[in-house]
């Protein structure tokens, strides 16, 4: 079974800390993305890499960073947490290659709350 | 504009019945693909079904089918015998391009429709 896990399922930080969302999986995926989900506006693509050291901004990229520095490991980075990154963030993963039905694999979500 | 449309904030079905989500989608690219994904209250995202452009069949997985109405830009998740269990978010997305390209795995999402099954 492929896995997608996520260094936390809950986390608390403090407005202006430096913030680490880790997401490991397990299947040799090429592609990881991060999203973040509120409610009533959907799953919003923050970053994605579709290879080791490659990075993509995503649709939300601000206050943000990301790291790729191994296949299985993809990090997001809040630089200076603010309130308003308060939210569900969720990882995935996905072959690069293959058949156009292969989906993309989700981890269980961070709820991170900035206080 | 959007890209994925569904029109149905919040859907109510009796258990055993079925029901249909609403997906409307707009690209101008011949080649894409379309999923649904189930979200429980958990937070963890569950694929359900994909829908290729090419394909002329509609897809279906167990109690889930897609109607796939390529000219009306559609594909609405039909799910059959509604169980307790079917209550869940419901998103719609699409891969827009050939699945080919290495960094051409991204996909849009819609907002979602909450559905909740009545005993």
């Known amino acids: 079974d492929v896995k997608v896990t996520q260094s936390s399922r809950y986390l608390v930080k403090r407005t202006g800390e430096k913030v680490f969302l880790e997401c490991v999986q397990d299947?040799?995926?090429?592609?990881m993305f991060w999203y973040r989900q509120d409610p009533g506006l959907g799953l919003r693509l923050i970053y994605f890499s579709y290879d080791v050291k490659m990075k993509e901004k995503g649709d939300i990229p601000e206050g943000y960073s990301v790291s790729r520095e191994k296949k299985e490991r993809f990090s997001l980075i809040l630089e200076s947490a603010s309130t308003n990154q308060t939210s569900m963030y969720l990882c995935?993963?996905?072959?690069?290659?293959?058949?156009?039905?292969?989906?993309?694999?989700f981890g269980p979500g961070t709820r991170l709350t900035v206080t | 504009a959007q890209k994925i449309t569904q029109t149905q904030p919040g859907m109510f079905v009796q258990e055993k019945e079925a029901v249909t989500l609403d997906c409307t989608y707009d690209t101008s690219d011949p080649s894409y693909g379309l999923f649904w994904y189930k979200q429980p209250s958990s937070g963890e995202m569950i694929f359900l079904i994909y829908q290729g452009s090419y394909d002329q069949q509609n897809a279906t997985e167990g109690r889930y089918s897609l109607n796939f109405q390529k000219a009306r830009k559609s594909a609405n998740l039909v799910i059959s015998a509604s169980q307790l269990g079917d209550s869940a978010m419901y998103f719609c997305a699409m891969r827009e391009g050939p699945y080919n390209a290495g960094n051409n795995r991204k996909l849009i999402w819609g907002l979602g429709t909450s559905l909740a099954v009545n005993p």
């Open positions: 995935a993963s996905t072959m690069g290659q293959g058949h156009p039905s292969y989906e993309q694999y």
């Open positions: 299947m040799d995926h090429e592609n």
